[in-house]
């Protein structure tokens, strides 16, 4: 590999990306995202800040199996008066699972002696002894230059120091932060070129915030100018006005620029995927205007734009939708659509002929779907039940004839005022012979879904012993605006876990919140009891 072209990538959605207004992760949010940041294939995912919070804290606890990208800890040099290996910052970063560590530091000399209120020189060291007590404890030690450029705009000698006092003891990157968003791409280049000539490129990093909009601009004027690491967020994510996108600029250094960030053909093809699959855990509408990834990306509207684009599409588009994952919207036939959903169904492991009328069925029900509200791109699970049913894979295990959720308000008998959620349902186990009888079960919960979960599961545990273990691991509800200015609809995500760890997430919609999530669970348990291998009259024990 040439590591001149060798672009590195280094996601901080969940440590930066969590500054986000309205943004907050759950610990099983991050499990979720680090493991699609492993599988796109970025070389470090950024977990936290060990001892900053509970929910990182939980996280680094258990942290992810990750199969390709560095899993990094983020934190702050050693303090003023502390050494290295007695600053309880450094040292929760030290014990954590990471085998990264990136510690931010002062560059800007108006922070050291207003902020920390210290000598420079002093300052040099704090950066150089955390570096050195990072690197002999066995980790590849990072370091992000906090207000670098502002720095070097008002003094560039000691800003230059900052940065080699961090490289010349043992830093892996030395990552030039534009703390504030406010540099231009010129200065960028210029400045970015002006580290090169004292550290070597393959050892900077960028960082950038988009308080100008040019945060992508100005990572890619650093990678013209030599830095070979480029740290963002998916979707932009950050505080104030965000990050540099890593889903813009992964296609564009790949695509545009030919380098090599580690993205294969396969990676960028999951771009669109990732995107809607954060703004699905997020609750967020995605933003249809985004580059690459938004789903008016490659949309043609009439006239001669859809002319051109039935001729030859690269008359009106910079690059071939597929290769991101994203789509051409024009009214032309359903090859697009029918392509799209022939990828997915390989993506989930069915091979189907390309001819088989059941697949335009299936193009025609997934955009009805849609319509109603459904989203599959944060919903594989859903979505392979939908397709393997269409291709007629998916026995019916059970059958809801009625349920029923009653919650009540009241005060215990300590005097505590509760909320009790009751769940009754009629479930009908199908035999092989087609009879089956109806079985009533009741049970509370943590509220009204958890108690329909709970009543289910006590009807069929005892049918499919598969289902033991299985457990709820996040909800989330959105309100959709009907597209036909009707009563407005709910969607609801539930992710689920088995007793192995393995994840999964299916959607339902309906006008009623309950019966949406009752959807969502019921698909839940069907791809529990379908991956299991669990087959009428032959339930699959669990393992």
Same mark, same amino acid.
């Given at each position: 590999m040439n590591e001149t072209n060798r672009v590195y990538l280094y996601d901080t959605t969940l440590r930066d990306g969590a500054q986000t207004s309205g943004v907050d992760f759950t610990v099983a949010d991050k499990i979720a995202i680090a493991q699609e940041l492993d599988a796109l294939g970025v070389d470090y995912v950024e977990g936290g800040w060990p001892g900053a919070n509970p929910t990182d804290d939980a996280f680094f606890?258990?942290?992810?199996?990750?199969?390709?990208?560095?899993?990094?800890?983020?934190?702050?040099?050693?303090?003023?008066?502390?050494?290295?290996?007695?600053?309880?910052?450094?040292?929760?970063?030290? +014990?954590?699972?990471?085998?990264?560590?990136?510690?931010?530091?002062?560059?800007?000399?108006?922070? $050291? +002696?207003?902020?920390?209120?210290?000598?420079?020189?002093?300052?040099?060291?704090?950066?150089?002894?955390?570096?050195?007590?990072?690197?002999?404890?066995?980790?590849?030690?990072?370091?992000?230059?906090?207000?670098?450029?502002?720095?070097?705009?008002?003094?560039?000698?000691?800003a230059l120091q900052c940065v080699q006092a961090a490289y010349e003891a043992g830093a892996r990157w030395v990552v030039l932060c534009d703390t504030n968003g406010g540099t231009l791409p010129d200065e960028v280049e210029q400045i970015v070129a002006r580290v090169a000539s004292v550290i070597p490129g393959s050892h900077i990093g960028i960082h950038t915030h988009n308080d100008t909009e040019n945060a992508v601009a100005n990572s890619l004027a650093?990678?013209?100018?030599?830095?070979?690491?480029?740290?963002?967020?998916?979707?932009?994510?950050?505080?104030?006005?965000?990050?540099?996108?890593?889903?813009?600029?992964?296609?564009?250094?790949?695509?545009?620029?030919?380098?090599?960030?580690?993205?294969?053909?396969?990676?960028?093809?999951?771009? $669109?995927?990732?995107?809607?699959?954060?703004?699905?855990?997020?609750?967020?509408?995605?933003?249809?205007?985004?580059?690459?990834?938004?789903?008016?990306?490659?949309?043609?509207?009439?006239?001669?734009?859809?002319?051109?684009?039935?001729?030859?599409?690269?008359?009106?588009?910079?690059?071939?939708?597929?290769?991101?994952?994203?789509?051409?919207?024009?009214?032309?036939?359903?090859?697009?659509?029918?392509?799209?959903?022939?990828?997915?169904?390989?993506?989930?492991?069915?091979?189907? +002929?390309?001819?088989?009328?059941?697949?335009?069925?299936?193009? +025609?029900? $997934?955009?009805?779907?849609?319509?109603?509200?459904?989203?599959?791109?944060?919903?594989?699970?859903?979505?392979?039940?939908?397709?393997?049913?269409?291709?007629g894979e998916v026995p019916d295990y059970f059958r809801l004839a009625a349920f029923r959720v009653l919650d009540e308000r009241r005060w215990n008998s300590k005097g505590d005022l509760v909320t009790l959620s009751e769940a009754t349902t009629k479930v009908e186990v199908p035999s092989a012979s087609g009879d089956g009888q109806p079985v009533m079960t009741v049970a509370e919960g943590n509220g009204p879904v958890n108690a329909l979960d709970q009543?289910?599961?006590?009807?069929?545990?005892?049918?499919?012993?598969?289902?033991?273990?299985?457990?709820?691991?996040?909800?989330?509800?959105?309100?959709?605006s009907a597209q036909d200015g009707s009563k407005a609809v709910t969607r609801v995500l539930i992710e689920t876990a088995d007793r192995h760890g393995q994840r999964w997430v299916t959607v339902g919609v309906s006008a009623n919140v309950i019966d949406a999530s009752f959807n969502a669970l019921s698909d839940s348990i069907t791809y529990c009891l379908y991956r299991s291998g669990a087959a009428i009259d032959k339930p699959v024990v669990a393992a």
């Open positions: 606890a258990e942290p992810p199996k990750l199969g390709r990208a560095t899993f990094t800890a983020f934190g702050m040099t050693r303090r003023p008066g502390r050494s290295a290996s007695n600053d309880p910052g450094l040292s929760a970063l030290l +014990d954590s699972p990471a085998a990264a560590v990136c510690i931010v530091g002062k560059s800007w000399d108006f922070h $050291v +002696d207003v902020a920390l209120g210290i000598p420079r020189d002093e300052n040099l060291t704090l950066i150089a002894d955390s570096i050195r007590e990072i690197k002999a404890r066995g980790r590849e030690p990072l370091f992000d230059a906090e207000h670098f450029f502002d720095g070097y705009k008002a003094n560039p000698d000691y650093a990678v013209r100018a030599g830095a070979r690491m480029i740290q963002g967020t998916l979707n932009g994510l950050g505080e104030r006005c965000g990050n540099a996108n890593l889903l813009s600029l992964i296609p564009t250094l790949t695509v545009k620029m030919g380098f090599d960030t580690g993205v294969g053909r396969d990676g960028l093809a999951r771009l $669109v995927h990732v995107s809607r699959m954060l703004d699905e855990r997020l609750n967020r509408t995605p933003n249809r205007h985004a580059a690459y990834v938004g789903e008016s990306a490659f949309a043609h509207k009439g006239g001669l734009h859809v002319s051109a684009v039935e001729k030859d599409p690269s008359s009106y588009e910079h690059v071939d939708p597929s290769l991101v994952g994203n789509r051409r919207h024009v009214l032309v036939s359903d090859q697009a659509g029918r392509s799209n959903i022939l990828a997915r169904l390989r993506e989930v492991g069915v091979e189907v +002929d390309p001819k088989d009328e059941r697949i335009g069925q299936l193009v +025609d029900l $997934v955009k009805r779907r849609e319509f109603e509200g459904y989203a599959y791109d944060g919903a594989e699970a859903s979505f392979e039940l939908l397709a393997r049913r269409a291709l009543a289910l599961r006590k009807a069929l545990i005892p049918v499919y012993p598969a289902l033991e273990g299985m457990r709820l691991v996040d909800y989330k509800v959105r309100i959709l």
